[in-house]
């Protein structure tokens, strides 16, 4: 009977080993399986906020392209603001206390894109520089070609010492859109 007793205890404790075994694998690899899945998901989700991160980037410089440009086209005018533009160089007159006549516009030929204007002022000399300055410092594209300053004497009797105001011809040109 003792060799029964411990057969039955040698399979008993056999089928618990074998249980534990298997439960054990068991165990092991539904862990391995939930690791695999973990650092897949891991892996996605990385690439996820990679994604998020480079889209925000890029929106971000989009935004800063859309500033620039925006920037960049005020020194460009439209072909249909073209009079805003010249009431703008005529007004620089009434600011700067000078006569200001826009006397010519032209589109130059080897360019679509841009114009020559003719601008008159008459005015003291340092409200003419003034305006010269003015008109230099515009926020558009402007390219002065010729300036020609000049005072005409008047004579009074024999007398030259007659004050006049300066006359300034300011010839530049302009790229508009």
């Known amino acids: 009977m003792k060799k029964s007793s411990t057969f039955i205890i040698l399979c008993c404790s056999l089928m618990v080993f074998l249980l534990s075994l298997s439960g054990t694998i068991f165990f092991v690899k539904k862990i391995a399986d939930k690791n695999a899945h973990t650092s897949l998901v891991n892996a996605t989700l990385e690439a996820k906020l990679k994604e998020k991160e480079n889209h925000t980037l890029l929106e971000k410089k989009v935004t800063e392209a859309k500033a620039v440009h925006n920037e960049i086209s005020l020194y460009f005018i439209e072909a249909d603001t073209i009079d805003t533009f ?3 160089v005529e007004s620089l007159g009434r600011d700067t206390e000078t006569n200001v006549k826009v006397e010519n516009v032209t589109a130059l030929s080897e360019s679509a894109n841009t114009l020559s204007v003719k601008v008159h002022t008459k005015g003291q000399f340092s409200n003419s520089i003034k305006m010269l300055s ?23 009797n024999g007398n030259t010492k007659a004050k006049v105001p300066w006359g300034m011809d300011i010839v530049f040109t302009i790229t508009h859109a």
């Open 86 to 88: 010249l009431n703008e």
């Open 134 to 156: 003015l008109l230099e410092n515009l926020p558009y594209n402007i390219h002065i070609t010729s300036v020609y300053l000049n005072q005409d004497i008047l004579q009074q």
